[in-house]
C-alpha cells in the first residue's frame, strides 16, 4: 500500500471516529429534552456517565492526528485537515462538558422549577442539537455551504438565551423566593447558548480546512 493511500484510509478513520464523537454528543442533547420533559433524574445522570465516552474517543482521536503528524508530515491542505479535526474533538468534547454540566444541574433543580423553564430551555436545546448535527455533518462532508448555514443560524440561539435571560430577570424582580433556582434555569441556558458557539467553531474550522482562512484572517 502507497504512503498516500494509507495517510487517505488513516483521515477516512478519523472522519468516522470524529462523526461517532457527534452522535455521542447529540445523543446527551436527546437525552436531556426527555430528561427535563418527564423530569427523569434517571436519564440525566446517564448523560453524566456517558461524557466519560465522549472523553475517550477524543483522547483516541488525538493520539492518531499527532501520530499522522508524526509518521506523514504532512503540509498545506493535508495539514489543515489534521489540525483542523484536532480543533473539532476539543469544541465537540467542550458540547459533552456542557450537556453533562446541565444534567448534574437537572439534577438538583426542583421538579417545580423544570416545569416553569422547560418551555423555554426545550427549544434551545432542540436548536442546538440541530446545530450541533449540522454543524459536524458539514466537517465530515467537508460542505461549506452548510458550514455557513449553521453559522447563520446561531443568531436563533442567541435570541432564544435572551429571551429565557430577560423572562427570568422579571420572574426574579417580581418573586424573590425561588431566585437561586432561577439563576440554575439561567445558567442552563448559558450552556446551551455556549453549545451553539462550539457548533459555530466546529463550522468556522470546516472553511479553515477549505480555505486557509479563520475568521476572515489569512492563515496558511
Known sequence: MTTRKLY???LVQLSESLEEMGNLVEASL???FFSIENKDMQLAERIVA???NVNNLERSIEAQCLML???QQPIAQDLRTVSSILKVVTDIERIGDHASDIAELIQQMDHKQLE???GHLQPMIAASREMVHEAVSAFVARD???ANDVIASDDII???FDKVKNDIVIHIKEDRSDAIESLDALMLAKYL???GDHAVNICEWEIFRETGTIQNTKVF
Open 30 to 32: 436527546k437525552n436531556l
Open 193 to 195: 447558548e455556549r453549545i
Open 144 to 146: 461549506q455551504k452548510k
Open 50 to 52: 456517558d461524557d466519560r
Open 8 to 10: 487517505s484510509e488513516e
Open 116 to 118: 416553569r423553564y422547560s
Open 158 to 160: 442567541d435570541k432564544l
Open 69 to 71: 503528524i508524526t509518521t
